[in-house]
C-alpha cells in the first residue's frame, strides 16, 4: 500500500473490506487520520497495520475537540467489524489518539488488539466490544494514557502472559 490520508473532506469513510497498510518492500506507508474523521466499518471489516515483517504506520491523532471516531456502519451490534489491530509489522511510531472506537471486537480479541509491537494508544473512548476494549498479545509493550473503556463483553484490558505495558496511567 503507499501513504494516504483520510481528510474530514472524505469523511465519512465507508470501510467495505479490510483495509491493511504494510509494504512488501521500501519505507512503512502512513495511515494518516485527520482530526474529525469518521471511519464506519462493514460487517467483518478491519483495520490492520503492519503485517509480519510488511511494515506500515497509523497516524490517528484528533483532538479533545474534534475525534476521530471508528465505529459500525448501520449497526449497534457488538463485534459487528473486526476493530483496529496493530500487528508485528506496526511502527513503533504508530499512535491513535484522541479517538473514539465503538462496536468492535468481532473476529478479533479486542476493540483496539495490539500484538508484538509498541504503539501509543492515548485518551481513546473504546466502548462496546464483543471481546476486550484493548487486548494485548504476544509481547506487546503499548504506551497507554487517558483510555476511557467501558461496555464491553470482556474486560476492558487483557492481555495474554507474554505482553508487559510499558506505561498506564489514568
Given at each position: ?15 467495505q ?72 509489522g ?48 504476544n ?13 464491553c ?18
Amino acid at each position: 500500500s503507499t501513504s494516504t490520508t483520510w481528510t474530514t473532506a472524505g469523511s465519512p469513510y465507508i470501510v467495505q473490506s479490510d483495509v491493511t497498510v504494510a509494504a512488501e518492500s521500501g519505507p512503512a506507508p502512513v495511515l494518516t487520520i485527520n482530526a474529525g474523521v469518521t471511519v464506519k466499518f462493514n460487517a467483518g471489516t478491519g483495520l490492520y497495520i503492519g503485517s509480519g515483517s510488511f511494515p506500515g504506520k497509523l497516524y490517528a491523532v484528533g483532538l479533545s475537540t474534534s475525534k476521530i471516531t471508528f465505529t459500525a456502519n448501520g449497526s449497534t451490534q457488538r463485534g459487528f467489524h473486526n476493530s483496529i489491530f496493530f500487528d508485528d509489522g506496526a511502527d513503533n511510531t504508530s499512535i491513535l489518539q484522541y479517538a473514539n472506537v465503538y462496536y468492535g471486537g468481532g473476529a478479533n480479541p479486542g476493540n483496539v488488539t495490539v500484538s508484538a509491537c509498541n504503539v501509543t494508544v492515548k485518551k481513546c473512548t473504546i466502548r462496546y466490544s464483543s471481546n476486550a476494549g484493548i487486548y494485548l498479545q504476544n509481547g506487546a509493550k503499548p504506551v497507554m494514557s487517558g483510555n476511557s473503556v467501558a461496555y464491553c463483553s470482556s474486560y476492558p484490558l487483557s492481555f495474554d502472559p507474554s505482553c508487559r505495558v510499558a506505561s498506564v496511567t489514568s
